[in-house]
């Protein structure tokens, strides 16, 4: 097992669907010694209803999650540089981070998340994909930190 990061950007294409999962999930199990935010390649889309659904399962509130892009990120003054660890959820979020981040000395780790968004037709098969994204999620974090401190 790693120790915790002092700081994760979790990433993937629209900050809408596995990057909050990511980013609620961790601050679940983990608590708040780890800094955690998270940030998309495109910030064109609100968090995903079905993402906010299966989080919830897990007593994590994502509904208030605002969705934002690596520029609005840079913008805002939260710069890349400060973060420990930056995971990429989606390919093009890797090749994002790799891009913004070749001068800095960090960590930029891929876990390839399926994407559940065009997966299942009814709601039970949408929300099955979304939990399976989410206990991708969860599986890493166990496997790379241990077990949460808190119970999910």
């Known amino acids: 097992m790693e120790a915790l990061p002092q700081s994760v950007l979790f990433c993937c294409d629209h900050n809408a669907v596995r990057s909050p999962m990511a980013e609620g999930l961790m601050k679940k199990f983990y608590g708040s010694d780890t800094y955690v935010q998270s940030v998309g390649v495109h910030n064109d889309m609100e968090i995903d209803g079905f993402s906010i659904a299966v989080c919830q399962e897990l007593g994590v509130e994502l509904s208030r999650h605002r969705s934002r892009s690596f520029d609005e990120m840079e913008q805002w003054g939260d710069d890349l540089s400060s973060f420990d660890l930056i995971v990429a959820l ?9 891009e913004l981040t070749r001068y800095f000395h960090l960590t930029v780790e891929y876990w390839p998340i399926i994407d559940p968004t065009g997966l299942g037709e009814a709601r039970e098969d949408k929300l099955s994909s979304y939990r399976q994204a989410r206990d991708q999620i969860i599986k890493r974090f166990t496997s790379k930190w241990g077990d949460p401190i808190e119970a999910p």
């Open 90 to 98: 989606s390919p093009a979020s890797q090749r994002r981070a790799l």
